[in-house]
């Protein structure tokens, strides 16, 4: 036995070090911290009982103040007998001190489990209690997936609570009660203190898994974002003001909801204050009178001149000093060349180093903005805009930007995404990565790195469920290809906005998530079919076995952070399931026409989503589908009768400018057809024109104006034909599905609703 002395803050032991003694604490206190918790041990406790199983430290163990310690060898359970040879009351001394934190742990997964139980019954009950309101109110409610499906917590070795209540009494012997219950026996020390070992470990996991369910799911009532529960009640709020309704019941559940969350412990001050202050100084009589917009936010702090809005980033993001010196002098030397657009190899060289660094300083500062504090608005016009320097931005655009930077929440929706928040969905859960370029998904990923002897079979399942690594691997391919082809000047990207790529003001370039959906809009309003997808749908109970509906899944649109002109379609769908969203990129700003660079993106869409349905037999002319169809069509139109010389011309051209690429050539021929043939201007040969009006119909109104046009009249009526045929099967089955006591579903409904258009 040796005393040791630690002075206040040292780390006197690290988690993962080979176990090499238990330390009585005979003086001052120790911060135990693990990565499933945290907790004080007082004097009179040992470090390393908790371990004794396992041969190294679980915890570091930190000083709280200048402690005094006994240490004793210890490597395996044998050392105990030669510890309690030492001195017979030991045996009672070391049961003692198992016991205690043994109970204090028990204790902390009690009040956890407790704390996460009564966060499942506050949430789903003010869950239900929004969807009761919206209908009260007569007012559509927001769709939530991660709300609908919360559950209760549910967690494998469950603590029963005779643990608890023998670890409580144990604790509460005496010394001497210790010592006479033990007998001064070595055997049964070392079985007391093994077990309260094993007690200790499983207490200290569950408290762990408790904790994350409670941190994984936080979000949920309360965060930033539009989708938590809290700004879902606010808007149902200044909705119900401005028809007029009763705000008292509304306002009653969102004062019960903020009480909640301070008493919960769950939230930083830093997170309450902002959202709590927004809603209190929200004039719902102003919103009665319609005069209410409630949809800007304000600037965290007011705009002034001058500011180093580089230096708050990189101080805000931690990037490395000797590092932030070195991006300052290459920003400089950047922003002095006599053409920042020069393809010379220097410039490229200077242009690829600014860019590595932008991303990393990028990922330091989301992974800071995840502790909730306070974010300067510098911070957000960063990681919304790619702004980092004024100089770069220039300095009228510098103060629109800090504008825009407070008023984020009209680039979001339901489908529609910042960058920003995209990234903090994969983080939470929300949404899994996106494939990479290789076409390689998060999976396949770590599969590949199996194989490769990056990382071990034991790795895979460890990170297939680690969502900093998921961020990483979409920051690392989805967000930096996308960010620089989105850009659309691929050899002279910087990813540090620059004030050349601005044209006009950046209100005006701004894609908010109404522009966005406003464009998509106008596309299904003629392609109307373009998002549906066919699924199975059965009800074995009312004997419907399978039958095939139609659903609507919308895409997702992400707006990176830069001033482009290009759009892109990244993936078809989420994975192997095809009723899962697909992935659309856009840049944040934009001077291009947002019409047309959706229905580009919509094209690219029908032709992948096409190749996703009919896999290695997209181009098998035997299984008729529009990627066969066309590719056909393009493949063999020299020899096609019903092509006229002209029109062959032009698909030799088309070839041509689409480096023979079918997909690309379908692309420019199905924005023709939804911006020119739905209005009767004709600009497809008769061959493209069927194989599109087949794939990719008009709906019933426009179909009714163009019906008397000879060049549409017989592909018409061959659909009416079809068409026809499947409502009638469908209203068939239905009523007999009703007559069998089904009922007519939401998805059901939808799917009526889609052969109606």
Known sequence: METVKVSKGKHFLKKGDKLKGLFIILQGSVRAVSENDEFNMEAGSIIGLMESLS???????????????YGFPYQSPDDYKKIFAQEEKYVAVFAMGAMHQANMLVRRYAIFYKKAHEFYKFLAGSYGAYRKLCSDYKLPEKAHPGLREFAPVELEGQLDPWVREYYERMSGLSLAAMDQHLARDY?????????????????????????????????????????SLFFMYFELAKKAAFMGGDLAPVQQKIAELMDFAKKSGLYPESLMRPCFSEYKAYDFAKAAQGQGDGEEEEPAEPFEEGIDYLGQILEYSGYEEEKARSFRASLQEYKDLPDILATTDDVRKLRRKLTDDFYSIY???????????????????????????????????????????????????????TAYEWLLSIYHGKNEPSRNEFDMDYTGYLNEQKKTGK????????????????????????????????????????????????????????????????????????DFSLFYREVGFSDPEHEVNMEMIQKEVLPYIILMPNAGSKAMMWQETAGIKKDTQARTIFPILTVTDLGEMMVEVCGRFRWEMCRKIQGVRWND?????????????????????????????????????????????????????????????????KVARDIIFRYCPFNKAIRSELKANPMYREMFEKYEILKDRKARHMVLWYDKYQKKGGEITEELQANKDFYDM
């Open 55 to 69: 041969g190294s430290y679980g915890c570091d163990y930190v000083a709280n103040a200048d402690c005094v310690f």
């Open 621 to 685: 002319i035997t299984e008729a589908s529009l990627t066969s169809e066309y590719s056909d069509y393009i493949q063999y139109y020299r020899k096609n009768h019903d092509l006229s010389a002209d029109a062959k011309e032009k698909i030799k051209n088309a070839l041509y400018k689409s480096k023979n690429n079918y997909r690309e050539v379908f692309v420019k021929d199905y924005q023709s057809w939804v911006r020119y043939e739905s209005k009767g201007s004709f600009r497809l040969n």
């Open 455 to 526: 990382i071990t079979a034991a790795d895979v399942p460890i990170l297939a469920k680690d969502n900093r690594a998921k961020l990483k691997f979409e920051m690392e391919n989805m967000f930096v290809s996308t960010n620089r082809a989105t850009y659309g000047k691929i050899s002279t990207f910087c990813p540090i906005l620059y004030k050349d790529d601005i044209i006009g003001t950046p209100e005006n370039m701004l894609i908010t998530a109404k522009k966005a959906n406003d464009a998509l809009d106008e596309i299904r309003k003629i």
């Open 187 to 227: 055997v049964l020390g070392i079985g007391a203190v093994s077990n309260a070992a094993c007690w200790m470990k499983q207490a200290l996991g569950l408290v762990g898994a408790l904790k994350g369910y409670l941190k994984g799911n936080r979000e949920l009532l309360l965060s930033q974002s539009p989708d």
């Open 363 to 417: 990922e330091l500062a989301f992974f800071r903005s995840l502790d909730g504090n306070y974010m300067p608005t510098s911070v957000k016009m960063f990681l919304n805009f790619g702004f980092m320097d004024e100089e770069m931005a220039g300095k009228e655009n510098t103060r629109s930007l800090f504008g825009l930077a407070g008023k984020m929440r009209q680039c979001k929706a339901d489908n529609v995404f």
